[in-house]
């Protein structure tokens, strides 16, 4: 899985491949918690205002699963 974030949250802008069983770790305020919720948000289809990177004017997260595209936006196109 290929998960695409901009202007979400913690994440200014990110590409990650996530493969297999996959650990997130690290120290605090690094962005894992964004990280969980930027796929939850996609699978439920509610980006939120308060998901928007710190002055950004818009999010969005993608993920891509064996060639298909599952997005979410919110504002304006990032």
Not at 34 to 59: C, E, K, M, Y
Request: no cysteine; aromatic share 8%; glycine share 8%.
């Amino acid at each position: 899985m290929k998960l695409r974030l901009r202007n979400y949250q913690a994440w200014e802008s990110a590409d990650l491949n996530v493969e297999g069983f996959t650990a997130v770790v690290g120290s605090s305020s690094l962005g894992k918690s964004s990280f969980i919720r930027s796929v939850q948000s996609t699978f439920r289809n509610d980006l939120l205002p308060h998901h928007i990177h710190l002055g950004s004017a818009g999010a969005a997260v993608a993920i891509d699963y064996k060639g298909t595209e599952l997005r979410v936006e919110l504002g304006s196109k990032t």
